[in-house]
């Protein structure tokens, strides 16, 4: 995933060599999370507790589904970008995760590549609706690469149906609605997925990553676009290019490639043009007689933007590759609209990230409902992942300044809450009426979180565990602490702890659990524990707070790069074929096909 960091989002750097530098810095930080704890940099604001629901490893984004099972009741679908999904059955009393899907071997991971998206028929619960809807890159040929002008990798959306008894994904029924035409470059996928209160699904799908390909702005290719479909993959008769004179449906079957050889074609599918990668956007809610949502464009050069879409906004062109934020591309005071460019929409709120990076990465309407505080009703947040931050944007109208140098927006923003690299944000139920603000965070621990309104002053405690060792031979003795740990309301002596050593019913006899603050154990049988520490505190609330390490006991594999050979120079287009082979620490080969091990690129 360090290919997906640095070409995504913009992490400002002095250096020419910045994207090395990046992909080090990843790869020093995928080595540091075993150590890494859940720690929030600046607090939320009096009133607010943040806490954590879940884990799932790799988690991109998620949906709320009713769950079949208990009726009233919700839960949560995290999908993995390797093409994995998980569900969280009962969010608010249980951090208990299952695999619903497996589709690793159908989907394209390289780059910014795989699974993408996920959503829910508005109407789930209904008989025959129970469909859930997937975005991933698929490439029949298995290669995974740029390939021949006809084959190759393609951004796919699909709808696959729930069992009712077991909320496992029934694969069998996929049903491929739509399919992009052969992609070039392993980044700008978009791919978020929400349903409009109009009942159409509303899709989006990013630039391909050349910006001098100038996809945003062709309308016979479904790149760098809003699309917009029925539940089963049609096009809605009111799509805004339906009764063009050259419209053709872009879908698969031909016609994509048929469409992008014509260059007057228009792609019925469309619903708005000239993004670069949106890869999260947000419906309001609030709004149920028209659809309105705000897109989170990722930026390149110099700004990030949030554009507004919906019903008002049909056909729409927002501009890339000839603006970029509110200005042209690539620049902080060229920001006038002349003749030609009345046509393009204006973002309704941007930023530049010259100084500090920055990457607008998913958002969220606050519901009416939620519970909270009257300041936050028609407001909306937003994550900023370079930044690690939950931004809250208000409407400030005496605020903008359309013609100022640079333009200033109208929409006001205040940081909310800081914590690392958030990639997705919604509301969900919480309890009986209230709504939580839920994220996905990449990071090692509990990374599926919610934030929600108690009032009052009390805010949960602070986990943080450390190993004396974190791996080695077994049998392996690990002496473990959580004294780090720390109440923010200032009375750490009244804080509980609980360990679990991760090891099921552990050898010896020995109980696999504590309650100590500075517990031993003794792992005796090989493999990769997964220990969690749960820390309480004495409020009315008993918040709490959990924290994991990761111990491996044993002698791990080792892996051989047979070919390429090491440091072997290569043009731009050409392509190797991996060869490896793992052995034990004696030098004995392991074999895949015997299930001695797992072997991954």
């Keep these: 995933n360090t290919m997906r960091s640095s070409s995504v989002c913009r992490f400002n750097s002095?250096?020419?060599?910045?994207?090395?530098?990046?992909?080090?810095?990843?790869l020093l930080l995928l080595f540091m999370t075993i150590v890494m704890h859940d720690k929030v940099v600046d607090g939320l604001p009096v009133g607010f507790i943040d806490e954590g629901v879940a884990r799932v490893a790799d988690g991109t984004g998620a949906a709320v589904m009713p769950n079949l099972k208990e009726e009233g009741k919700h839960m949560i679908v995290v999908i993995v970008k390797k093409g994995l999904v998980y569900g969280i059955e009962d969010p608010d009393n249980s951090d208990e995760t299952f695999l619903m899907l497996n589709i690793t071997s159908r989907v394209c991971t390289n780059g910014e590549r795989g699974l993408g998206g996920v959503a829910v028929h508005p109407n789930f619960q209904q008989e025959n609706k129970n469909w859930l809807y997937l975005f991933y890159t698929h490439d029949p040929s298995g290669r995974c690469l740029k390939g021949h002008p006809n084959q190759g990798p393609r951004n796919r959306v699909t709808r696959v149906k729930i069992k009712p008894n077991n909320h496992r994904v029934d694969f069998s029924t996929e049903e491929v609605l739509l399919e992009t035409t052969k992609l070039n470059f392993a980044m700008h996928n978009g791919g978020a997925m929400l349903f409009g209160s109009d009942g159409y699904l509303y899709v989006t799908l990013g630039d391909g990553g050349d910006r001098a390909d100038r996809f945003s702005q062709m309308k016979n290719i479904l790149f760098g676009k809003i699309l917009r479909l029925t539940d089963d993959g049609n096009v809605p008769p009111d799509n805004p290019f339906v009764n063009h004179d050259n419209a053709l449906r872009c879908h698969r079957r031909g016609a994509g490639?048929?469409?992008?050889?014509?260059?007057?074609?228009?792609?019925?599918?469309?619903?708005?043009?000239?993004?670069?990668?949106p890869f999260r956007f947000a419906m309001d809610m609030n709004r149920r007689n028209k659809v309105r949502f705000f897109i989170s464009d990722v930026g390149g050069a110099v700004w990030e933007e949030i554009d507004e879409g919906g019903s008002q906004f049909a056909g729409v062109n927002y501009g890339w590759p000839n603006r970029e934020g509110p200005c042209r591309l690539a620049s902080l005071t060229s920001c006038d609209v002349d003749a030609s460019e009345k046509h393009f929409q204006d973002p309704v709120y941007w930023y530049a990230h010259t100084e500090v990076g920055g990457c607008v990465l998913g958002g969220t309407f606050v519901p009416n409902n939620a519970g909270w505080p009257e300041e936050y009703k028609e407001s909306f947040f937003f994550n900023e992942f370079v930044q690690g931050q939950i931004m809250w944007l208000q409407k400030k109208p005496t605020l903008g300044c359309r013609y100022c140098n640079p333009p200033i927006p109208k929409w006001q923003n205040t940081t909310f809450h800081h914590w690392s690299s958030p990639v997705d944000l919604f509301f969900a139920p919480y309890g009986e009426s209230d709504m939580a603000l839920y994220y996905v965070a990449r990071s090692p621990n509990l990374n599926i979180r919610r934030i929600r309104y108690v009032g009052g002053t009390h805010r949960p405690p602070v986990a943080v565990a450390t190993a004396s060792v974190v791996r080695g031979k077994e049998p392996l003795t690990v002496r473990f602490d959580a004294s780090q740990s720390s109440d923010p309301d200032g009375d750490n002596s009244q804080l509980s702890y609980e360990w679990n050593f991760g090891d099921g019913e552990a050898g010896g006899g020995e109980d696999s659990t504590s309650t100590s603050r500075r517990p031993r154990f003794t792992f005796n049988d090989p493999g990769l524990y997964v220990v969690e520490l749960?820390?309480?505190?004495?409020?009315?609330?008993?918040?709490?707070?959990?924290?994991?390490?990761?111990?491996?006991?044993?002698?791990?594999?080792?892996?051989?790069?047979?070919?390429?050979?090491?440091?072997?120079?290569?043009?731009?287009?050409?392509?190797?074929?991996?060869?490896?082979?793992?052995?034990?620490q004696d030098g004995n080969r392991l074999k895949e096909e015997q299930d001695e091990v797992d072997i991954y690129w």
């Design 257 to 277: 490639q048929a469409a992008a050889a014509q260059p007057d074609a228009v792609c019925t599918e469309i619903f708005a043009t000239g993004l670069r990668n």
């Design 14 to 26: 002095s250096s020419s060599s910045s994207s090395s530098l990046l992909s080090l810095l990843v």
């Design 534 to 584: 749960t820390v309480t505190d004495s409020s009315e609330y008993s918040l709490t707070n959990k924290a994991f390490l990761e111990i491996e006991v044993g002698s791990p594999p080792v892996a051989i790069i047979q070919s390429p050979p090491n440091r072997q120079e290569f043009a731009v287009g050409d392509v190797f074929t991996l060869r490896g082979r793992v052995e034990d």
